[in-house]
T-cell receptor
Framework: KNEVEQSPQNLTAQEGEFITINCSYS?????LHWLQQHPGGGIVSLFM???GKKKHGRLIATINIQEKHSSLHITASHPRDSAVYIC???????????????FGKGTLLTVNP | GAVVSQHPSWVICKSGTSVKIECRSL??????MFWYRQFPKQSLMLMAT?????????EQGVEKDKFLINHASLTLSTLTVTSAHPEDSSFYIC???????????FGPGTRLTVT
């Protein structure tokens, strides 16, 4: 079982729909990241969370430390939101550094006009 | 916001040659930089962790003599793929960690094609 699980793997929505992507993790973490990767490869860091909720424009990220769960919400989705969304966590590793990231497999979001 | 650049954004080279990829933090000092490799439709795979002024720490299975990493300053890390082979063709991404906490910023990636 992966330490970081995302659902769904694929998501297709119509423009304007409210979208939720989920991330569950099984390890203790220091922080959780939501990343966006567009076709062509570049990665953008959307949020870094250690507790509570953050909002940036139409994007909202929440985390529940007790339940080891985070969600990424997109309101009023748009075709330009089509991308792979990746959840990643900072957790202590055997080497003693807790700056390494463990990645989920990503959620491919397609928003149709 | 913090910006990380990579150069080149794409490169084609012949088998047996070496290729250097640069990762720069443009507006902050990065004590730690990470190098990742990504195959099509797969997640990022950490190759090595690079700390300024010290030797890089490589992940299990990554050949340190093939993937040379140098982190000479707080704003620059380089990855050199030596004796490139078609199997090295991949998307290489770096990220840089700010001095404070766990903030990590990703570069745009470099697509390497070895012919």
């Amino acid at each position: 079982k992966n330490e970081v699980e995302q659902s769904p793997q694929n998501l297709t929505a119509q423009e304007g729909e409210f979208i939720t992507i989920n991330c569950s993790y099984s390890v203790g973490i220091s922080a959780l990241h939501w990343l966006q990767q567009h076709p062509g490869g570049g990665i953008v860091s959307l949020f870094m969370l250690s507790s509570g909720k953050k909002k940036h424009g139409r994007l909202i990220a929440t985390i529940n430390i007790q339940e080891k769960h985070s969600s990424l919400h997109i309101t009023a989705s748009h075709p330009r939101d089509s991308a792979v969304y990746i959840c990643a966590v900072n957790s202590p590793n055997s080497g003693g550094s807790n700056y390494k990231l463990t990645f989920g497999k990503g959620t491919l979001l397609t928003v149709n006009p | 916001g913090a910006v990380v650049s990579q150069h080149p954004s794409w490169v084609i080279c012949k088998s047996g040659t070496s290729v250097k990829i640069e990762c720069r933090s443009l507006d902050f000092q990065a004590t730690t930089m990470f190098w990742y490799r990504q195959f099509p439709k797969q997640s990022l795979m950490l190759m090595a962790t690079s700390n300024e002024g010290s030797k890089a720490t490589y992940e299990q299975g990554v050949e340190k003599d093939k993937f040379l990493i140098n982190h000479a300053s707080l704003t620059l890390s380089t990855l050199t793929v030596t004796s490139a082979h078609p199997e090295d063709s991949s998307f290489y991404i770096c990220s840089a960690r700010r001095l404070a906490l766990f903030e990590q910023y990703f570069g745009p990636g470099t697509r390497l094609t070895v012919t």
